[in-house]
């Protein structure tokens, strides 16, 4: 729960997102390449503010101020775009920022009445699976913090969804050269190849043949000289029901060792 005071400084920066001032801070490498990965280790992250020794994002947990600095980088640009948002829940920022830059905003939610029509330019019911737009009809297609229970086995909104039928919706209302984003917790909640943060199986969801530029961040997985966060009892409660392919030792060692830290990939339509 946000207190009174984080929920006005959450609407002050929704307020003041501002494409100039994002492309400003994010337009250069703001990222590492290790392992054919992008890691943004938060002292080196345009976030850190050096003199305070703190995230300058001050509203929301660690993991929000990761998602809200992925946003700031990747959502600037959107001039003359058509921007699709899956699962867009009740969080705008990256809305603001697509609308402020210039782009069109449409979204897709399971959780909208199942008679609220999506059009361009609204949001309406859909889901990962089921997008209503014909085929070629978006220039980007995001979720934030929604792909990890499209394959959600605990207390879903529905059956699991198969990903690959979910990334093949999402390649379908994508024009060629489209883009996609996606971002989710790891060491969390969710399909369990996200709660055990394999990098692997989330990038071969999207093949060479379909895919290109593919490329996966990594943030706050190296998190000093921040605090270490980790997952409570809450999370832990449902991995049981979420983790059936993994060994009993990687499991462990994700409970002791692993920290809470935001994937992203991004990818484009062949
Ligand atoms: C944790 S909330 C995140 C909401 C918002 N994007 C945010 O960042 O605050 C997850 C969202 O994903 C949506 N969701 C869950 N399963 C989905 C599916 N199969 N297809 C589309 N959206 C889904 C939920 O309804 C919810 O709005």
Known sequence: MHSKKESLLKRWHSLRINPKRCAKKWNHQYWQNIDNCRVISCANCPSFNEQKQACSINFGTPLRKCVVSSIEAHFFDCKNKDVLEIGFGR?????????????????VEPRRPKNETPVIGKGGYGHATHVPFPDKTFDMVFAVQSIEHWGQKAGGVREPSSYPDCIAEIRRVLKPGGTVYLD???????????????????RSLFP???????????????????????????????????????????????????????????????
């Open 91 to 107: 969080f705008k920022l990256a809305k603001k920022l697509i609308q402020r830059s210039g782009g069109t905003w449409t979204g």
């Open 208 to 270: 060479e043949d379909q895919w290109k530029n593919v490329n996966i961040e990594k943030w706050r997985e190296d998190y000093s000289p921040l605090q270490r966060y980790t997952p409570g009892q809450n999370e832990f409660n449902d991995w049981p029901i979420e983790i059936t392919s993994y060994s009993k030792e990687q499991v462990a060692e994700a409970k002791s060792n692993g920290v809470v830290w935001l994937l992203t990939v991004t990818a484009e339509k062949i």
């Open 184 to 202: 989710a917790p790891v060491h969390f909640h969710g399909n369990e190849m996200f709660i055990m943060g394999d990098v692997d199986k989330v």
